[in-house]
C-alpha cells in the first residue's frame, strides 16, 4: 500500500530544508572595538567613630596637659615621663678648671675651662722666652738649630803681633795652607764684621795646615779665649778647647748681635826652639 504521493515529498522537503538549516554558517564574531583608559577614582575617606575621651581625675601631664590616673610613671597620651628628675645645677666655671682632669657636665663651663688653661700657658710661655734670660737662650737655641747657616765674612782683621810672611788675614782667605803666625802665647787677632749679626758657630782650623804632614810643623793653641763684643757694647767671654789634630773643628757659640770678635791664644803646644804658634783658618756662621 503505498502512501500519498505529497505526503512523501513533503517529508523530503521539509528533511532537506533541515539540513540546510542545520548545515548554515555560524555568524562571524563581532569586531574588537578600542576602549579608553579609566580615569583614577580616589578612594573615598573612611570615616572611623571618634572615641569619647574617658573621664580620668588625675595629675596632668608636664608635656601635653592630658589627666593620668594615680600610680602611672608616663602618660598615657604622649608617654612623657609624669614625675621627671631634677637635673642637677652646672658647677661653676672656676671649680671646672682645677684639678684638670675633673669630669664637667655639659653646660658646666667646659669652652671657659678651655680658654683659662690655654691663657695660662700662653703666659707662661711669654713669661719664659721673653722675661727670663734662660727662656730667652732656650728659645734662640731651638731657632739655631732649625735654621740654616750662612758664612760671614769680616770687613777688618787686626792682630796684636804677626810673623813676618804669616799675616792675620791668611785665617779668612778660605785656604788651610796658609796661617797666622803668632810669635808667643797670649797673641790676639780681632775681627769686625758690618753688620750685627748671630753667631751660630765657629769652624777653626788649628795649626799650620789642614794636612797631617804639615800640622805639627809649628806650634798650636790648645785653648782660645773668645770674646764677643754686641751691638749695645756688651762683651762675652768664652773659652774654647781644641784637640791637637789637623783638620777643621766646630765650636758652638750663640751669641746674638754680634759686632766684634777676638781670640786670644794660650795653652801653647810644640813651641819649641825656632818654632811660633799657627792657626790656619777661622770661619764665622751666622743664622739664615
Known amino acids: 500500500m503505498h502512501g500519498h504521493p505529497d505526503t512523501e515529498g513533503g517529508a523530503d522537503r521539509g528533511g ?9 554558517p555560524a555568524p562571524e564574531p563581532d569586531a574588537v572595538l578600542p576602549v579608553r583608559p579609566g580615569k583614577p577614582v580616589a578612594p573615598r575617606p573612611v570615616v572611623r567613630p571618634v572615641e569619647a575621651p574617658d573621664e580620668v581625675a588625675g595629675t ?26 631634677a637635673k642637677p645645677a652646672p658647677l661653676p666655671w672656676w671649680r671646672t678648671v682645677w684639678p684638670l682632669r675633673r669630669r ?15 691663657a695660662v700657658l ?40 804677626e810673623v813676618p810672611g804669616h799675616p792675620a788675614k791668611n785665617t779668612t782667605d778660605g785656604v788651610s ?21 748671630r753667631l751660630v758657630d765657629m769652624i777653626i782650623t788649628n795649626g799650620a795646615s789642614k794636612s797631617p804632614e804639615a800640622y805639627a810643623d809649628q806650634g798650636r793653641a790648645l785653648r782660645m779665649d773668645l770674646e764677643v763684643t754686641t751691638r749695645d757694647g756688651e762683651r762675652h767671654h768664652k773659652q774654647l778647647s781644641l784637640s791637637d789634630k789637623p783638620g777643621p773643628q766646630t765650636i758652638p757659640t750663640a751669641f746674638s ?29 751666622a743664622r739664615s
Open 122 to 161: 700662653v703666659a707662661l710661655c711669654a713669661a719664659g722666652l721673653f722675661l727670663l734670660p734662660a727662656g730667652r737662650a732656650l728659645f734662640e737655641d731651638t731657632r739655631d738649630k732649625l735654621s740654616k747657616t750662612k758664612p760671614v765674612t769680616p770687613v777688618s782683621i787686626r792682630a796684636s803681633a
Open 257 to 285: 748681635d754680634v759686632t766684634t770678635i777676638r781670640l786670644s791664644l794660650n795653652s801653647p803646644a810644640g813651641l819649641d826652639r825656632g818654632h811660633h804658634l799657627a792657626l790656619a783658618e777661622v770661619e764665622f756662621f
Open 177 to 197: 795652607n796658609h796661617y797666622w803666625g803668632a810669635p808667643a802665647a797670649g797673641a790676639s787677632v780681632t775681627y769686625t764684621f758690618q753688620e750685627p749679626f
Open 60 to 85: 596632668p601631664c608636664p608635656a601635653c596637659g592630658t589627666p593620668n590616673p594615680p600610680g602611672r610613671r608616663f602618660c598615657r597620651r604622649c608617654a612623657a615621663p609624669l614625675k621627671p628628675e
Open 104 to 118: 664637667v657636665r655639659a653646660s658646666s663651663g667646659r669652652g671657659v675651662r678651655f680658654l683659662v688653661i690655654l
Open 16 to 24: 532537506l530544508r533541515n539540513t540546510q538549516r542545520l548545515a548554515a
